[in-house]
């Protein structure tokens, strides 16, 4: 379908052909097609609300990444906040700002893929806007999830002597970004962390569940600056080791020729790996998620984050971590 097709669509044309795609949900009392969507609220449940902008230029150029995966990552690295406090995502809301050469197939396509992955965590779309941008392509998705009143895990909450935990690898987007930056072909499995990262909602409700967090985020930018903010949040220290950082076989490779690759590990955003602090030293032994798990360092009494080499020694990184307003 051409662009002139997506004229004769028009704006609600197209706002139904989403909302045919999108359904509904138990929850949704009123969903897309009125001024607001209605959600039924049970009362033992804390309401997580989130939202997050996505700019062609600044964070993708889509001479890298397909529609249908622009439209993964762009509920994923959503859905991923409500993991990040151990929530149960509910609703998405999708703003769209489209600019005049993307047709309607391309606009399905990152539908589909929105929808797609949304669906993997049971989550509904429950509406949004869409208007046409005179500039770059631009998406806004507001995320509703819920959690069990007190349960909640949050930033503030870390204390000296707690263990830091991450899930997954660390760096594998960041290298992927290096590399596509660099016109060369990022490893395949690389480049898919970058363009369809994964939400760890199911880690993230087992942790709240159990109370096992007393601090945690989503790694979006950087472990050091992440890590930074839960340290702010509860007036605390912390040490990181190093050779403990966690990596993926592809990344060990690339770093065979680089040493200095272990900055992106440090520093590298939207790995959207789940980073707490836990009082128990030993979550990497328990069944069926210790697998997931490794432990990082150590949260200290004394102000600062230190990073400790093998041999005792301060490690000083080279880059920080993303920041939207610093170049």
């Known amino acids: 379908m051409t662009n002139n097709e997506l004229q004769k669509l028009g704006e609600f044309g197209l706002i139904r052909r989403i909302q045919q ?8 009392v009123k969903g897309i ?27 993708f150029n889509r001479q890298w990444i397909g529609m249908e995966e622009l439209g993964h ?44 992955e949304a669906e993997k965590y049971g989550v509904t779309l ?29 930033r503030d909450g870390a204390r000296p002597g707690d263990a830091i935990y991450v899930s997954g690898t660390l760096g594998d987007s960041a290298l992927a970004l290096t590399e596509l930056m660099a016109c060369r072909q990022p490893d395949k499995y690389l480049l898919s962390r970058h363009n369809t990262p994964s939400a760890r909602v199911s880690l993230g409700r087992l942790l709240a569940d159990q109370q096992l967090a007393t601090a945690m985020l989503d790694v979006s930018d950087g472990v050091l600056s992440d890590l930074g903010h ?11 080791i190093l050779t403990a950082l966690p990596l993926s076989e592809p990344f060990r490779n690339a770093m065979q020729k680089d040493a200095q690759l272990i900055d992106l590990a440090l520093t590298g955003g939207e790995d959207y790996e789940l980073l707490f602090t836990s009082a128990d030293q030993n979550l990497s ?27 005792g020694s301060l490690y000083q990184c080279s880059r920080g971590g993303f920041d939207h307003f610093s170049r």
Request: aromatic share 2%; hydrophobic share 40%.
């Open 230 to 240: 839960i340290l702010t949040a509860s007036a605390v220290g912390a040490e990181l």
């Open 126 to 154: 429950a509406g949004g806007d869409t208007s046409r941008s005179l500039g770059p392509l631009m998406i806004s998705v507001t995320v509703q999830g819920e959690i069990e009143v007190g349960k909640a895990i949050c």
């Open 73 to 116: 990552k762009s509920a994923a690295v959503n859905i991923s906040d409500i993991a990040a406090m151990g929530g149960r995502p509910k609703s998405l809301f999708l703003g769209v700002a489209s600019p005049a050469e993307i047709s309607v197939v391309e606009l399905e396509q990152f539908t589909k893929g929105f929808l797609a």
């Open 33 to 59: 097609g009125d001024d607001c969507a209605i959600q039924r609220q049970e009362s033992d449940w804390d309401l997580l609300t989130s939202t997050d902008l996505l700019i062609e230029g600044v964070h």
């Open 285 to 311: 032994d328990m069944a069926g998620v210790g697998s997931e798990l490794t432990k990082i360092g150590t949260v200290q009494q004394r102000p600062g984050l230190r990073i400790i080499n093998a041999d």
């Open 21 to 28: 795609q999108a359904g509904t949900a138990d929850h949704l």
